[in-house]
C-alpha cells in the first residue's frame, strides 16, 4: 500500500485536493443550513460513527449499547456495506449478508429479538422504521458523515494506536473527511485500547484529540477473545498449527493477540468486507492438505459472511473456529457511559 502511494504520488494530491473541496463545500452548505437536515420528534436517534476508512470498532460497541438497552424499544438501521439488495430491508432470519451486508448480518443473529433495517437512505429508512414499528430509539450504525439526518448523540470510534489526529484525509491517508469532523460528536471511544492505561496516557491522548468543551472521551478495551466452535467456546492448541483467514481492514490486534498465545498459524489476508468465492475455499484446502493443516480460525465477521455452501466446504476439510470478541469499558468509565446512553430512553 505504502508503495503504490508513492508511485501514483501525483495522482494522489490530484485526487486529494478534489476529495477535500467536495468535503468542505458540502459540510459548509449543511452549516449554512442550504442542505436541508431532517428531524424526527418521535424517535431519538444515536449514531455510531468513524472518520476513518475501514474498520475502528464500530461494530463490538453498536453491540454492546444494543445489550444494555431494553430490546423492544430499539431498532439499527445501516446502510448494509456492500450487501448485494437495494432499497430498504427489515431483516429476516433467512437473510444472509448478501441482503444485509456483513456486520449488520452479524448483529442481526445473534439479536434477532430487535429490529434491524437496511437502507442507503437513512431519512428514508427511519421514517419506514417509524411507521411500520413503533421505537423509543434508532442506532445508526456508520452514520457519521450522513448529515442529512439529524441525531441526538454521535459517537466517534478512534483507534488507540491508529487515532484519527495522526492521521490524513483519503488518499494520502485514510480518513474518510477532515479530522475537523471529530467536532461533531458528543462521544469519543478511543478502542482498542491496553486493558491497563495510565491516567497520564489517557490525557496525552485527551490533548492529541483536541477535545472541545461538549466533548466527552471514553477508553476501551478487548475484554476477551473467544474462539467458537459448534457454538461453544474454545481454547486453541499450542502445538497444533492452524490457518487464520481475515477478510477485515485492521488484522494487527489479532495477530498480536495470536503471537502472545503462542499460537502456530499461517496467515491469509483478504480486503475487508470480501466475500468468499468457492475457489478461494479449494485453494484453502488444497493448502491444507499440502501443509498437513486440519484447523482453520476466521473472524466473526467472516464467519458471517460465508454462504451456506462455502461454510460447509470448509467444515468438510477443516475443524472450523471464528473469533468473538468481547468489548468492554476501563474500569469504572462503564458506568459512567452506560449512565450516558440509559437516558435517551
Known sequence: MKLLRVVFFPI???????????????????????????????????SVGSLKLGGAGKTPLVEYIINILPKSKIALLSRGYKRKSNGFLFAKKNYSAHELGDEVNQVYKKNMDITVAVDKDRVRGVKKIIQKSKKDLII???????????????????????LFSKDYLFPLGNLREY????????????????????LNEQENIKKKLAL????????????????????QKCDLEKNIKYFLVTGIANTDPLLKKLKEMEIKFLSFKYNDHYFFKKSDINKLIRKGKSEGVKEIIITEKDFYRLSKDNLKLIKSHFKLFYIQIEFDFIKEEKLLFNKQILKFI
Request: with cysteine; net charge positive; aromatic share 14%.
Open 12 to 46: 494522489m494530491i490530484i485526487f486529494y485536493i478534489l476529495h477535500m473541496t467536495i468535503l468542505f463545500f458540502r459540510n459548509k452548505l449543511y452549516d449554512l443550513k442550504i442542505y436541508k437536515t431532517f428531524y424526527f420528534k418521535d424517535v431519538r436517534i444515536i
Open 140 to 162: 445508526l450504525d456508520d452514520a457519521h458523515q450522513h448529515r442529512r439526518l439529524n441525531r441526538d448523540l454521535n459517537i466517534l470510534v478512534t483507534e488507540y494506536d491508529k
Open 179 to 198: 479530522r475537523s469532523g471529530s467536532q461533531r460528536a458528543n462521544i469519543i471511544v478511543v478502542t482498542k485500547c491496553p486493558k491497563k492505561i495510565h
Open 212 to 231: 472541545k468543551s461538549h466533548q466527552k472521551v471514553f477508553f476501551s478495551h478487548i475484554k476477551e477473545y473467544k474462539f467458537i466452535h459448534n457454538n
